[in-house]
C-alpha cells in the first residue's frame, strides 16, 4: 500500500472529512493548515492563525490512506497552505494515493505554487483577490505586502492549464468601481467568483483594527441581491463572473 509521506513540519489545525462545495466536482476532505502571513480583518480562520492546537499527523494519514476511491479529492486550506514546509511531500504523497488535489491559497507564494505546478500536484487553484493592490495592506496587514506576488500567482495558473478561480470576499470597501479596476485587471477567466462577507463578531482584534481605521468607508455588508447586481456591472471584464453565497 502507497504510504504517505510524514513531515514532522506539517501543521493540520483541523479537517472536514467531507465537503461537496469546497472542491468543484469533487467530493473531498478539506485540511485547514495553521498560520497565515495575512491578517485580514475578516478572517474567518482566525483560531487557527496563531499557534492552534496542531492535529497529530497519523490519524489524518490514516483517514485518507482510507478513504481512497470513496472521496475523490483533498483541499488544502488554511490558513495559508502554501507555508507549511512539507507541502510539496504531501501533495505528491496525495496524487500517489489517486486524490485530485486543490489549493486555496491567498496567491502570495508563487514559487512554492511553481514547485507543485511543475511536477503536476494540483489540479485546481483558488485564488483570493483580496482588493485592489493598493488598499492590500489596510486591508489584510501588512504582512501582505501590498499583494506581492498575487499576479504572478495569477500569471502561472494562466500558463498551467489547470483549472482555477480568482475568488474576491466582498467586503464593503469594495465599491462596484473598485470591483471594475479588479476584474478588468485579470485575463477573462473562466472563473470569477464574488463570495458573500459575512462579517465576524465585534470584539475581535482585527476587526477592530480595520473598523478604527477604515470606518468612514467601510459601509455595511452586501446583501446577496446587490452582489448578484455588482456580478452583472462587470460582466463585461468577467463574462464568467458568479456569486456565491
Ligand atoms: S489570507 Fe486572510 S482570510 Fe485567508 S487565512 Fe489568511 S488571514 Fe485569514
Given at each position: 500500500m502507497t504510504v504517505l509521506p510524514f513531515e514532522?513540519?506539517?501543521?493540520?489545525?483541523?479537517?472536514?472529512?467531507?465537503?461537496?462545495?469546497?472542491?468543484?466536482g469533487c467530493l473531498s476532505a478539506v485540511l485547514f493548515f495553521a498560520g497565515c502571513n495575512y491578517n485580514c480583518?475578516?478572517?474567518?480562520?482566525r483560531d487557527i492563525l496563531n499557534n492552534p492546537p496542531i492535529l497529530p499527523i497519523e490519524p489524518v494519514l490514516a483517514f485518507l490512506q482510507k478513504r481512497r476511491g470513496l472521496l475523490d479529492g483533498v483541499v488544502l486550506s488554511g490558513?495559508?497552505?502554501?507555508?507549511?514546509?512539507g507541502l510539496y511531500a504531501f501533495a505528491r504523497g496525495l496524487k500517489e494515493l489517486g486524490y485530485r488535489v486543490k489549493l486555496d491559497t491567498n496567491g502570495s507564494r508563487p514559487a512554492v505554487l511553481r514547485t507543485l505546478l511543475n511536477d503536476g500536484l494540483v489540479d485546481f487553484a483558488a485564488v483570493d483577490y483580496k482588493a485592489p493592490l493598493s488598499m492590500y495592506d489596510a486591508i489584510c496587514?501588512?504582512?501582505?505586502?501590498?499583494?506581492?506576488?498575487l499576479f504572478e500567482t495569477f500569471g502561472m495558473l494562466r500558463d498551467s492549464g489547470i483549472a482555477y478561480e480568482a475568488r474576491v470576499t466582498?467586503?464593503?470597501?469594495?465599491?462596484e468601481k473598485k470591483l471594475a479596476e479588479m476584474a478588468e485587471s485579470?485575463?477573462?477567466?473562466e472563473r470569477f467568483v464574488l463570495q458573500l462577507y459575512r462579517p465576524v463578531f465585534a470584539g475581535e482584534n482585527g476587526r477592530l483594527r480595520i473598523l478604527e481605521a477604515d470606518a468612514p468607508d467601510a459601509g455595511r455588508p452586501y446583501v446577496p441581491g446587490e452582489l448578484h447586481d455588482l456580478a452583472v456591472a462587470v460582466r463585461y471584464a468577467q463574462p464568467n463572473v458568479s456569486v456565491r453565497l
Open positions: 514532522k513540519n506539517l501543521r493540520i489545525a483541523g479537517m472536514q472529512k467531507s465537503s461537496t462545495l469546497d472542491f468543484p480583518y475578516y478572517c474567518h480562520n490558513g495559508e497552505a502554501s507555508l507549511q514546509g496587514g501588512e504582512g501582505a505586502l501590498g499583494g506581492a506576488g466582498m467586503i464593503p470597501q469594495i465599491t485579470l485575463p477573462r477567466l
